[in-house]
């Protein structure tokens, strides 16, 4: 409802918008709690060869103990942690679990397998940001070892991201990883302008594929795009033994990520679960378990 204020102005009030503000108001206030108390953790997901279901790298992906110990995905609190200005601690805390667990990390998955980070467009369009983070990576002493994804909007162009702050990651061995790909606002045209290791084709183009003549179109153009400017392909949400099957029939792709292979899962589970044996290893980690 709209109340005239006696103005002239129309004030706008309800107490349902009230009521909304102050929820995101709590909202905000425990996500700043849980930045100062480091509440947040790492559920990794492996990147598969689906040929040889070998681990080819891992992505950190965070997760957030809220107030009563309940485990949030970042669906709930990543685009408010970035309009707050919290993301980039957020990502350092992501590193720094990183730079911990490599011990972990290694025995469970390979001292091999990439370690990909995720970081938002708007974090790699801040030079200051991507400086820092470039260091701390550097800092680990194993800088070659990681990947950062970042979308295609992340791309735009004649951006100082890809003229300056990519040179600056590539120096130090750090692999370019594009996200999500086709969501975006590039066009397929524009990848040939995108200089990057990797490309994650998105999850709806890969849910159901085998059942999409649409959607085998759009893959197989991206493949060739790809194969042609030397990229690595990574399909993505793979969920199913028929899309699985149909990648193998019909494309030359060769690694997935999905929960067909893996969920994310915290190391503290995996250790449970597993033998660290180089022999268990690669099936273990690729066999589905539970979501987290
Ligand atoms: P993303 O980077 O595209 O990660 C893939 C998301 O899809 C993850 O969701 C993962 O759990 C989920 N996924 C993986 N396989 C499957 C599957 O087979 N089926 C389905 N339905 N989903 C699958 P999650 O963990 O909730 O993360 C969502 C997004 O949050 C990520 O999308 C990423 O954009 C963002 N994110 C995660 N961690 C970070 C971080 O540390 N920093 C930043 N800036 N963003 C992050
Ligand atoms: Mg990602
Ligand atoms: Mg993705
Ligand atoms: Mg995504």
């Known amino acids: ?36 108390e480091k509440r947040f953790c790492c559920a990794f997901q492996s990147k598969v060869d689906i040929r040889t279901q070998a681990v080819m790298g891992i992505e950190a992906l965070v997760r957030l103990r809220d107030d009563e110990g309940v485990i949030q ?6 685009n408010l942690a970035t309009e707050l200005g919290l993301i980039d601690e957020l990502t350092h805390l992501v590193l720094a679990e990183i730079v911990k667990s490599i011990d972990l990390i290694n025995d469970m998955f390979g001292a091999e397998a990439t370690i990909s ?68 606002y590039s066009s397929l045209s524009a990848l040939a302008d995108i200089t990057a290791d990797e490309i994650k084709i998105d999850r709806s183009f890969i849910t159901d594929i085998h059942k999409r003549p649409r959607s085998q179109g759009i893959l197989r153009a991206i493949e060739s795009l790809s194969e042609a400017l030397g990229m690595t392909v990574i399909a993505e949400g793979l969920e199913s033994y028929e899309e699985l099957a149909y990648l193998q029939a019909a494309t030359k792709i060769r690694y997935a990520q999905g929960y067909y292979f893996a969920r994310p899962i915290f190391l503290e589970e995996l250790k449970l679960a597993t033998p660290a044996s180089s022999e268990s290893r690669a099936s273990v980690s690729a066999r589905p378990m539970q979501q987290n």
């Open 117 to 184: 980070i995720n970081v938002a467009a708007k974090q790699a369009g801040n030079p200051e940001f991507m400086r820092t983070f470039a260091q701390a990576l550097d800092d680990t002493g194993f800088p070659q070892r990681f990947m950062i994804e970042v979308t295609e909007d992340a791309f735009v162009a004649k951006s100082h991201f890809q003229s300056e702050i990519l040179p600056m990651f590539r120096k130090l061995g750090v692999g370019i990883s594009i996200d999500d790909f086709g969501t975006g």
């Open 1 to 36: 409802r709209i109340k005239n204020n006696g103005k002239g102005s129309a004030a706008f009030f309800d107490a349902g918008m009230e009521r909304e503000a102050l929820a995101r108001m709590k909202i905000e206030q425990s996500l700043r709690l849980a930045i100062l």
């Open 73 to 78: 995905a970042p669906g709930s609190f990543i």
